[in-house]
Structure formats: structure tokens, C-alpha cells
């Protein structure tokens, strides 16, 4: 079975995730961003959200996750949680 490993930072509004991705890409720190803007608990780990398999997370996450490239940042990705920033660390 497939497994991944992603990290994510969740917002509530779509603008603030395109903003935090500008800056991602801009050269900040995935996990800095995370902790300081994450509503998720994960984001204290810096967005770590471990491994995990299909169907563990929200449909939108797996579709992303199971198939977008690694090492990029994906999003904005919304779910009925919020948008998301994803970025996936290694899938096997």
C-alpha cells in the first residue's frame, strides 16, 4: 500500500494561503511559516503531519498527496477544515 509523508499549514481564508505560499516560495521556511500560522496543532511540529496511507486524510488531501510532485508546495487545497499549503516529503 501506499504511504506518505507530507507537512501542511491550514488558514481560514484562501488569500492569507496564497500570501503564505508567495512567501514560501519566496524563500522563508515551510515549518516557520507553519508554526507561526497554522490552526492546526500540527503546525507547533512545524506542519509534520507524519505518514499516513490513502484514505486517512480528507479526499482533497489524497488527491494532492498520492499524486502532486515532491518537495513543491501545493495549494491553496480546500477542505471543509480550510485552505491548506502541502507539501509532500517523500511517498512510496
Excluded: W
Amino acid at each position: 500500500m501506499a504511504r506518505a509523508t507530507a507537512r501542511h499549514i491550514l488558514v481560514n481564508s484562501e488569500e492569507k494561503c496564497e500570501a503564505l505560499k508567495a512567501e514560501i516560495e519566496g524563500g522563508r521556511d515551510f515549518a516557520e511559516v507553519a508554526s507561526e500560522h497554522s490552526t492546526c496543532p500540527s503546525g507547533a511540529r512545524g506542519g509534520d503531519l507524519g505518514s499516513f496511507g490513502p484514505g486517512q486524510m480528507v479526499r482533497e488531501f489524497d488527491e494532492v498527496v498520492f499524486s502532486g510532485e515532491l518537495n513543491k508546495v501545493h495549494g491553496p487545497v480546500k477542505t471543509q477544515f480550510g485552505y491548506h499549503l502541502l507539501e509532500i516529503t517523500s511517498r512510496s
